[in-house]
């Protein structure tokens, strides 16, 4: 049997570095085969996480955000009307890509055609288990009835799943199955894969493709989204570092009277029972919701995450993210070691 890792199992080993300033490290890289951004961070398609505050929001940073597909076609084109708008004065944005998800059944083919026409750049099929015979008939669907659209599939988590999107035909692989923050895939089906193996074995099989990659889940503070991209991953998918924030959607909830009062927003999953039930859907019910303490404006996260990353490069000696995917070697740590990596006086 495989021993597979996932990210608390694993450090960087650190390396001899000429870099003079952290400030130099370059985070240009790519999201699909033919679209490029300037920092790795694209955010998740939720409905507590990315619609038009959150996807602007992104774009500005350099980065992305997948506008969900948990509305109705004509509001989410209407939001990539928006975007587009806004990308098309502001200088700033002009060169980022317009993102949004669609299903495999239903409306999606429709979707896809009218997000597209007005402006879509990046599709993502959005479902929990990418190595579908439905996926396959979704991406050669998109990809025959629309031209010039890049296609991002997945969620899948295997080396064998990542060929056969490679084959039918995708433009970027994401990966992930069971280790998003409200996910209980694992808990309810035992089904899913540890997420450093999982992207160690996808990422070797994406780049026989030159296919990127996006690491989906279990990131829980800067330090994964840098073990992530030492996996090979080209761009981090984040979603509960941004949750409760200003740019996601939902609104702001006070507990308490002033001056003890507290604000809060919720946050939930695609498959929690809160979302579905607002679906009229009542089974497979796969995640969790919770009520998030509100954290303010997402650019300090993003900055965090930059700086971590640019930090992380230093580290091991990289200028840039391909120079890090190449210099990036893991160590396993013990519990004991994983106990050594936490502020110890807080404890």
């Known amino acids: 049997m495989k021993r597979y890792l996932t990210y608390d199992d694993v450090n960087i080993v650190p390396k001899y570095s000429e870099l003079e300033s952290r400030s130099d490290v370059d985070l240009n890289t790519k999201l699909t085969k033919n679209v490029e951004l300037r920092i790795p961070i694209v955010s998740t398609p939720m409905d507590t996480i990315t619609e038009y505050d959150m996807a602007l929001e992104m774009m500005r940073w350099g980065g992305a955000g997948f506008v969900h597909r948990f509305m109705n076609i004509d509001e989410q084109v209407e939001i990539i009307k928006e975007l587009k708008k806004v990308r098309e004065i502001n200088i700033e944005i002009y060169d980022s890509p317009l993102c949004a998800a669609v299903g495999v059944t239903g409306d999606y083919l429709e979707r896809a055609r009218e997000l597209v026409w007005n402006g879509c750049n990046v599709i993502l099929i959005d479902v929990a288990h990418g ?3 439905l996926v396959g008939e979704a991406i050669e669907e998109i990809k025959k009835d629309i031209s010039d659209i890049e296609v991002v599939a997945g969620c899948i988590a295997t080396s064998e799943a990542a060929k056969q999107l490679c084959e039918w035909g995708v433009d970027g692989l994401r990966v992930g199955v069971g280790n998003g923050s409200l996910c209980e895939t ?21 780049d026989d493709y030159n296919v990127p990659v996006i690491a989906d889940g279990g990131i829980r503070n800067v330090g994964d989204v840098c073990k992530g991209l030492g996996c090979g991953a080209d761009t981090i998918m984040v979603g509960s570092l941004l949750s409760g924030t200003k740019e996601s959607p939902g609104t702001i909830e006070k507990k308490g009277q002033w ?4 604000l809060f927003k919720k946050y939930r999953g695609s498959a929690s029972l809160d979302s579905k039930s607002d679906r009229g859907e009542d089974e497979n019910v796969e995640g969790n919701h919770k009520v998030i ?5 997402v650019k300090r996260i993003i900055g965090d995450i930059k700086d971590g990353i640019r930090s992380s490069c230093s580290y091991v000696g990289a200028s840039n993210l391909e120079e890090y995917r190449s210099l990036v070697e893991f160590v396993e740590v013990t519990r004991a070691g994983q106990v050594e990596a936490q502020p110890h006086l807080l404890n």
């Open 131 to 133: 190595h579908h015979k």
């Open 186 to 206: 694992r808990i309810r089906t035992g089904v899913g894969l540890p997420s450093v193996t999982a992207l160690l074995d996808v990422c070797s099989t994406a």
């Open 259 to 262: 001056p003890n009062e507290q």
């Open 293 to 297: 303490p509100y954290k303010g404006k």
